[in-house]
């Protein structure tokens, strides 16, 4: 998946694209990050099965009642939290201050991502559910405005976390040449199948292309299933750090990338032509 930060980032400061296409690219980054908390909630358990001891022994019965168990999870937060949630925000935002109305949404937001781990889930997959339903309710960008700061605060902290787990000599030494391979197969892939997506969807080639780079810096949730598996004992240290590192080398290779794109598509298409 994309880092929707980084994206937003370079699609800011870069300017080559229109607002058609970037819109169109922030939705394909909420569709990755979707898409990554449901493989998330589908593999933590498995990763504890795992580090259990099991060798991730679940059978096709198991893993079946396992996907039902998300889908219903999610069909059944989602049915009775939109009815529920958006008349408390609306009631509280009529009726007391804003400040009680941040709280409260802060707490449903960790109440339902303590929900989802009580359901043998990940915590992520039961606080994005919680943001769709604060979203519902009329005083969303005031909610979504006020928690910036701690937004903030909280990805600072998530990222330390992060670096707090990764020596330097690992990075430069000791694993460098896993983190090439990780980093080129994701840009790779990653540019490919953006590129093939606008092909089909009967874009030009150069729009395809341009947009499909823009993709290229990998998401947030990298860290976090990576230090899942990490904390499960599925990966070692050297993995993760590799991880980690392709990460980080996508995040800062994105925007130079960026910059020449346009250039890298006219030689090459000249070259083709010729």
């Known amino acids: 998946g994309s880092s929707s930060a980084v994206l937003l980032a370079v699609l800011k400061t870069q300017n080559k694209l229109d ?16 898409g990554q908390v449901i493989i998330l909630s589908m593999i933590t358990p498995l990763m504890a099965n795992y580090a259990a ?13 396992l996907i039902v168990k ?13 009815r529920i949630v958006p008349r408390i925000i609306n009631w509280i935002s009529d009726n007391v201050s804003d400040e009680i109305l941040t709280v409260t949404s802060v707490g449903l937001a960790f109440g339902m991502a303590l929900l989802s781990m009580y359901a043998g889930l990940s915590m992520a997959i039961g ?16 909610i979504n405005h006020k928690i910036e700061p701690m937004r903030d605060l909280f990805m600072a902290v998530f990222f330390i976390s992060i670096g707090a787990e990764v020596y330097p000599a690992s990075i430069l030494v000791d694993n460098i040449g896993t983190i090439l391979i990780f980093f080129v197969i994701y840009f790779v892939l990653m540019t490919c199948n953006g590129f093939l997506a606008y092909w089909i ?15 290229c810096a990998m998401g947030e ?7 899942e ?5 599925v990966i ?8 980690i590192g392709a990460a980080l080398l996508s995040m800062i290779a994105l925007p130079i990338v960026s910059r020449y794109a346009g250039s890298i598509w006219a030689v090459s298409y000249t070259h083709l032509r010729a």
Do not use: P, Q, W
């Not at 296409?21 to 990755?32: F, K, R, T």
């Open 127 to 142: 606080a994005f559910l919680m943001g769709m339903m604060v979203a519902s309710s009329r005083k969303a960008k005031d």
């Open 19 to 34: 607002r058609d296409h970037v819109d169109i690219l922030i939705l394909v980054a909420i569709m990755e990050d979707i």
């Open 236 to 243: 070692d240290n050297g993995f993760y750090t590799s991880v």
């Open 70 to 82: 998300i889908l219903a999870f999610m069909v059944v937060s989602i049915v009775v939290g939109l």
């Open 221 to 227: 949730f990298a860290f976090i299933i990576a230090a």
């Open 229 to 233: 598996a990490l904390a499960d004992n």
């Open 201 to 215: 969807g009967n874009e030009t080639c150069r729009n395809g292309f341009l947009s499909a780079i823009n993709l």
């Open 53 to 65: 001891g099991a060798m991730g022994g679940m059978d096709l019965n198991e893993i079946i009642v």
